[in-house]
Structure formats: C-alpha cells, structure tokens
C-alpha cells in the first residue's frame, strides 16, 4: 500500500512539473499578444468599413424657407413678393435670395451643392455662402450667373430685355448673349446688358462706394432681423 501511495505522489508530481512547463512555454505567452492584435486589426476592419460607407453615402439636398413665416419652400413653386415687401427665401446653408417687391422668381433646382433660382422679372439680392464644393445658378432669360460664394443685385426686365448686375463681393461668372459662354464679374463692377440690342457694358465703382453698399446690407441684415 505504501509504495502504490508513493506511487500515486509521484505521477501527481510529474503531472504538476508537465503543467508548469506548458504555463511557461512561449506558446503560451504568445496567446495574449496575438489575441490583442487581432481584437485591434478587427476595429481596424470596422472602422474602415464605417468610413466608406458614410463616405460613399449621398448627402442631402438642402431645403429652404419662404417669407418670414418660414413656409417651406417647393421646387418649381411660383414665388411673387407683395407690392409693398420683400420676400425672403432663406436656404438651409445659410445662403439667401431676398426678392424686392413685384418680383418674381422660382427655385428650379436644389442639390447638396447648391441650388438653381430663375428671376423671371424683378430685382433680387442674393447673399451665397461660400462652403466647399458650392454651385448655384441664377438664371434670367437668356442670361446665367454661376457663383460659389458672392453677395450681389440683379434686375431682370422681360419685356425691355435689360439685365443689370452689381457685384458687391466676391465675383461669379455671366454667361449668355454677350458676355459669351462666360464672363468674371468681380466686386465693384456693374454689368448692364441686353440680348435684343446686342449690348453689355461693365463699369467698377469706387471703394467709397462699395464700403456704402456694405454699411448698407448690414443695416438691412438688423432690420430684417428685427421685422
């Protein structure tokens, strides 16, 4: 009985001296490395896969409201101001479209970059934020103003077939009749053209005048703000 005793704690000992071998071996040590890189290489994994999909996710169209009671604004709606005020159409990035009275316009188009706003007679002021990847278009008869970024006027007059621009900052670029398939209009110029009569004229303002136009737009910004 005493030696079968011995021998049990002898193979109970072997077992134990096995087990603290294999603890010990690099094998083991290696488990928790290998099990730390990949729990990283999978995050890796994911957080690439999360940025393209957000990245080759579409953006959204901007929106935009009208008047100051903020209806929301239709593509191809008709929008006329009153006789006595303006009508402002204020789109979701800040840009804004602020129709004088009697005029009339529509937004035809509206993306994520920009939209496209057709003065069909009237004078308007347009006020566009510059952002990246910006594209908006003004459209008045045969005449097209593209612009990234810019504050300027426009009047467009149907039936005497005049059009007048004046750049307050910024520049965009007048297309149609004779400016062409393209011409830069820069702050301080004034462009006055017709399609019928085959005129365009272009003058530039002093600064003196130009810092006026600026007070100017600021103190209508406060008042607006104040209405």
Do not use: Y
Request: glycine fraction near 8%; aromatic fraction near 4%; include cysteine.
């Amino acid at each position: 009985a005493a030696e079968h005793q011995d021998a049990r704690l002898d193979e109970l000992a072997n077992l134990d001296t096995a087990r603290r071998r294999i603890l010990s071996s690099p094998l083991k040590r290696s488990i928790a490395p290998r099990a730390t890189l990949l729990v990283a290489a999978t995050i890796a994994v994911a957080a690439c896969v999360a940025l393209f999909v957000m990245g080759t996710r579409e953006p959204k169209a901007l929106t935009f409201r009208v008047g100051d009671q903020g209806r929301v604004g239709e593509v191809d709606a008709w929008l006329e101001a009153s006789t006595e005020r303006d009508l402002p159409l204020r789109f979701s990035d800040g840009t804004e479209v602020r129709l004088e009275p009697s005029a009339r316009a529509r937004v035809t188009r509206i993306e994520a970059t920009g939209a496209t706003v057709r003065m069909e007679s009237g004078r308007a002021n347009v006020s566009v934020r510059r952002r990246k990847n910006a594209a908006w278009h003004v459209s008045l008869g045969p005449f097209r103003v593209d612009v990234t970024g810019t504050r300027f006027d426009v009047d467009w007059d149907p039936v005497s077939d005049k059009l007048f621009l004046q750049m307050h900052e910024g520049s965009g670029v007048v297309s149609g009749c004779a400016f062409g398939s393209g011409r830069p209009v820069v702050a301080g110029e004034t462009a006055r053209a017709s399609c019928r009569d085959a005129q365009l004229e272009i003058s530039t303002r002093s600064k003196a005048s130009r810092a006026n136009d600026r007070g100017s737009a600021i103190r209508s910004g406060v008042e607006g703000n104040r209405a």
